[in-house]
């Protein structure tokens, strides 16, 4: 084959092949990314979509966890603190509705009961950064407040819906009981029985304070059983961290597979680029000037 | 029986002959670097010879002709190749343009819906909070605007492939009347089988400039060479040239008519102005037209969910987002109607703390819109799509790159320059100049002895 002495193209074509690769590997290595436009892997852009929605949602979920996580706890403490003023109702009831009170220490203790009723009736007025806990989803108002034409005088003012907050793509948990259903229900009435177990004391029989004594006991029973579902949220709500601690892991290893690089091989990489395109260059330098006329000795 | 000034007449045809022949080498060496210069070799024969009593005898040598070296197969594929590659470099210089809109920059779409989703999510833990509020406010003006911008991007790539149609036709006019010119130089000699020489090197130069512009199909006829657009109308015939026109169409783009006013906008392949149109009527409107389509159904989606809920003061939900009618610029005309936070329809029962229309506000961004799929899945695709796009055209441009390197090497080995061969030559032909002038001056001492005999 007759060669032409004009290499520049060929040349020119090597030196920037080897000049992209090396801008390749350098930006690989500087940016720690393997891909940084669409058009370097179009499948794993997509599917990065997919994972960067997935991540902020995670982070968010977390977030959600955390956040009704001490809602929760707090509300079951607030319930907790419940049951400990009805025990002691109990057995102020119990003190009351012995035979050698008098009267005067009955008018006592009613007004230690009364005490109890607006101790109880500030915990189920309970809020958690700006919202009423124990409100359904009226959550803006105080759920509870005096009204002396209701029996307990008390009257519910929020309503009986439950929320429910999202912790995962398809899981949400309840993080709510209406106060109505706790306080003030149609089969156990926490405050209407603090409130008539007041009035036994005041006007009532023996026997009036004992019912009401007995109701009471029944009562705690009940807001013991309501927080079980604080409880079992609480559960739900630790073991989905826990799910989500490990999701974020598995999303990010997922992200550096897609778009990442492995440091040592990019490393490797660029020190291959390096010397390719050194040797590109020196063998230019070399070819470039030789000609014929470089052997001949000049005319005489 | 040849004397002394037969040999003389020898002398002098053969110090003409090694001169044309040393020209030519001198002119070949001067024009190594020249784009499209072909190299020109001598060709010599023998004079015609005469018969004498004593035999027959030589009549020295001619030079009968200079010929340019050229394959004019080769040229034809380095033609073709040429197009295809300034095709697929056009449409990657502008997909480069349009992937930087769905690049994961943080201001792109899919991070947009990224923080819109977090903020719907956000706002499902802390309904009644006036700031979670307005974080589904602010992040949804962000999400309209990052619509906004990538369709903005889509337009500008296409209206810039639009100004490179009419750039493009009014440079392939001014390249097609210099062709029909040259032409016009040559057309005395086509016919004659003789080579055109300088001329036909810088025609042939100027046709490979064309066929960069747009592909372009080369017939020979009675009127000379005649170039056309691949689907056939005429833009060279012989020594006449026929101009491209652009005219601005009721789609708002420009078309190309041919000389009698046909629009040949859909047939032009390869070339600058077949990438440009490939680019400008094809690939960027099918980006466009997925873009609106999803941001038109979004939009109705999340403002269904709307509906279906209350806000903070218990009144039914109303439009979030306001879109305009028709898919068409649905991405480019996308904004968030609503600005008091407190407006969003979070609720489901009316009261300011309820969360229950938080799932379906979430179910517009999670569930399948009409189109098939869900949001994120949609832009996904797209940006699948524009991805591919990108990529295919730099493989073609690398892979057309390639085989015309192979072309060019080929054709630099037919017809390039070798300054090693006319170094060669050179000495070859001085020592023939050298030797020519020693018959001359052979021939005036013998003249000079005869003279002297007599006297």
Known sequence: ?300 | MGGLNTSLQIGLKALEATQGALSATSNNISNANTPGYTREVVQFSESPETLSVGGVMGGGVNLDNLQSVRDEILNLQIQQQTSGQSSADTQLAGLQQVENFFTSTGQDIASAITAFSKSLNQVSAAPASASAQQGVISSGQNLAYAFNQTADGLAGARSDADNQVTQTVAQINTLTSQIAQLNAQLSPQSGTGKDGGTVQDQRDQLVLQLSKLTGIAISQSSDGETITTANGSPLVVGARSYSLQTTNASDGTHHVLDANGNDITSSIQGGQLGGAIQLRDHTLPGFQSQLDTLASQFAAAFNAAQAMGFDSKGNPGTDFFSVPAGTQGAAAGLSVVLSDPSTIAISSDGSAGSNGNVANLTAALTQPLPSGSSVSNEYASLVYKVGTAGSNASAQSSAIGQHLLQLTNQQSSVSGVNIDEETTNLIRFQTAYEAAARIVSTIQHLNSVTINMVS
Do not use: C, H, W
């Not at chain 1, 997509?46 to 009704?68: C, E, K, P, R």
């Not at chain 1, 105080?142 to 439950?162: E, K, M, R």
């Not at chain 1, 007041?198 to 026997?207: F, H, I, M, P, R």
């Not at chain 1, 999303?251 to 050194?278: F, H, K, P, W, Y």
């Open chain 1, 1 to 300: 084959m007759r060669i032409s002495s004009n290499m520049v193209p060929n040349i020119l074509a090597s030196l920037q092949q080897s000049q992209l690769a090396l801008n390749q590997a350098l930006q690989e290595v500087s940016t720690g990314k393997r891909v940084s436009a669409p058009s370097d892997d179009p499948s794993a852009s997509a599917n990065m979509v997919q994972n960067t929605i997935d991540s902020g949602n995670l982070d968010q979920y977390t977030q959600n966890v955390s956040t009704v996580l001490s809602m929760v706890q707090t509300a079951d403490s607030t319930l907790s603190s419940v049951v400990s003023s009805l025990t002691q109702a109990v057995s102020l009831a119990t003190q009351g509705a012995n035979g050698t009170a008098s009267a005067a220490n009955r008018q006592a203790i009613a007004q230690q009961v009364q005490g109890i009723l607006q101790g109880v009736v500030s915990l189920a007025n309970i809020s958690y950064s700006g919202s009423y806990l124990f409100a359904g989803t009226a959550s803006t108002v105080a759920p509870f407040s005096a009204d002396p034409s209701s029996p307990s005088g008390y009257s519910y003012l929020g309503n009986s819906g439950v929320n429910s907050v999202s912790i995962g793509d398809s899981l949400s948990v309840k993080v709510n009981l209406p106060g109505n259903q706790i306080f003030s229900g149609s089969s156990v009435d926490v405050l209407g029985t603090l409130s008539s177990l007041v009035t036994a004391l005041q006007t009532g029989t023996t026997s009036d304070i004992q019912a009401a004594g007995t109701q009471l006991s029944a009562a705690i029973s009940y807001v013991g059983q309501q927080r079980v579902f604080y409880a079992n949220a609480e559960t739900q709500l630790n073991s989905q961290q826990t799910y989500l601690q490990k999701e974020t892991v598995t999303l990010s290893s997922q992200a550096t597979r897609l778009v990442g690089i492995d440091m040592a091989e990019a490393a490797t990489d660029l020190a291959q680029a390096q010397t390719a395109n050194s040797a590109a260059l020196a063998a230019a330098a070399k070819v470039l000037p030789t000609t014929l006329l470089n052997y001949l000795s000049p005319p005489q």
